[in-house]
């Protein structure tokens, strides 16, 4: 854009990792991930392992959905989002064959049991809403910290989901 800023569809590595790293910072004390990693000493690190192989998913086209982020004059990521439709959602039986048994095998049952709880919680909501057969949701929206306020990510949405 005329700012600096542009989006991409994200796919390599790099633009990965840089993202679930805004991710991690974005929702890292958010109470839903408090409940999911309860211990200080691993949370970041689990949460930035289920935001990079939640990407990677979405980024192999293993789900319906597509990773964008906004980058900046230096082709930096500095924000990051999904966009994904509610028609194909992955079970967690899929998830876990695409890449997130690694999430089990460092998190523990534990924590796995917890992330199920919270995946059949929302997916209850939806079904209780009574959410339309296709839609589009978007999901985890995070700006570098330095940058929020100033409507980046904001801008980016309308023509990520045209």
Same mark, same amino acid.
Do not use: H
């Given at each position: 854009?005329?700012?600096?800023?542009?989006?991409?569809?994200?796919?390599?590595?790099?633009?990965?990792?840089?993202?679930?790293?805004?991710?991690?910072?974005?929702? /890292?004390?958010?109470? #839903?991930?408090?409940?999911?990693?309860?211990?200080?000493?691993? !949370?970041?690190? $689990?949460? =930035?392992?289920? @935001?990079?192989?939640?990407?990677?998913?979405?980024?192999?086209?293993?789900?319906?959905?597509?990773?964008?982020?906004?980058?900046?004059?230096?082709?930096?990521?500095?924000?990051?989002?999904?966009?994904?439709?509610?028609?194909?959602?992955?079970?967690?039986?899929?998830?876990?064959?695409? /890449?997130?048994?690694? #999430?089990?095998?460092?998190?523990?049952?534990?924590?796995?049991? !917890?992330?199920? $709880?919270? =995946?059949?919680? @929302?997916?209850?909501?939806?079904?209780?809403?009574?959410?339309?057969?296709?839609?589009?949701?978007?999901?985890?929206?995070?700006?570098?910290?330095?940058?929020?306020?100033?409507?980046?990510?904001?801008?980016?949405?309308?023509?990520?989901?045209?």
């Amino acid at each position: 854009g005329d700012d600096g800023f542009s989006l991409w569809m994200l796919g390599d590595e790099a633009d990965l990792e840089q993202a679930s790293d805004i991710l991690t910072d974005a929702f /890292g004390d958010l109470p #839903l991930y408090l409940f999911i990693f309860p211990l200080d000493s691993t !949370r970041k690190k $689990l949460l =930035k392992l289920l @935001f990079y192989r939640n990407l990677w998913i979405v980024a192999c086209d293993r789900a319906p959905s597509d990773v964008y982020g906004v980058k900046n004059q230096e082709g930096e990521v500095v924000a990051a989002f999904i966009v994904s439709k509610t028609e194909d959602n992955l079970s967690m039986l899929q998830m876990l064959r695409a /890449g997130l048994f690694t #999430l089990f095998w460092q998190g523990g049952l534990a924590a796995t049991k !917890r992330m199920l $709880l919270i =995946k059949d919680f @929302f997916e209850a909501i939806e079904e209780q809403k009574g959410m339309p057969s296709i839609a589009y949701r978007l999901e985890r929206v995070g700006v570098v910290s330095k940058l929020q306020g100033r409507k980046i990510g904001s801008r980016m949405l309308s023509p990520a989901i045209e």
